[in-house]
C-alpha cells in the first residue's frame, strides 16, 4: 500500500512539474523517475523480506538503483548541454562565415 502511494504521488509530481520544463528536463526527470520507481519496489520487497540479511541487501541495492538514476538524469541533462553548445557554435560560425542565411 505504501508503495503505491509513493507511485501515484510521485507520479503526480512529475505530470505537475513537466508542465514549465524544457524537453530535456523532462527527459532527464523521467529517467530519474523511472529508476526511483525500480527503487521504491526494491524497498517495498525489503520490508517484505523474511530476514534482515535479505532485508539489508534489498535497501543496499534500492540504494544504489537511486544513486544509478541521478547519475543517468545528470547524463541526460549534460549530452544537452553538450548538444546546445556545439550547435551554437555552429550558428555562429556560419552566421560569421556568411553562410547563415
Not at 20 to 34: C, G, L, M, R, Y
Not at 46 to 51: C, K, R, S
Amino acid at each position: 500500500m505504501k508503495t503505491t502511494l509513493k507511485i501515484i504521488a510521485i507520479g503526480s509530481l512529475v505530470a505537475l512539474g513537466a508542465c514549465s520544463k524544457s524537453p530535456t528536463e523532462q527527459a532527464a526527470d523521467n529517467v530519474e523517475s523511472s529508476y526511483d520507481n525500480a527503487a521504491d519496489a526494491l524497498d517495498s520487497a525489503a520490508d517484505n523480506a523474511t530476514n534482515s540479511a535479505a532485508s539489508e541487501a534489498l535497501e543496499n541495492q534500492a540504494d544504489a538503483t537511486r544513486k544509478e538514476g541521478d547519475a543517468k538524469s545528470d547524463e541526460v541533462k549534460a549530452e544537452s548541454a553538450v548538444s546546445n553548445a556545439a550547435s551554437k557554435a555552429s550558428s555562429a560560425h556560419a552566421e560569421a562565415t556568411g553562410n547563415g542565411m
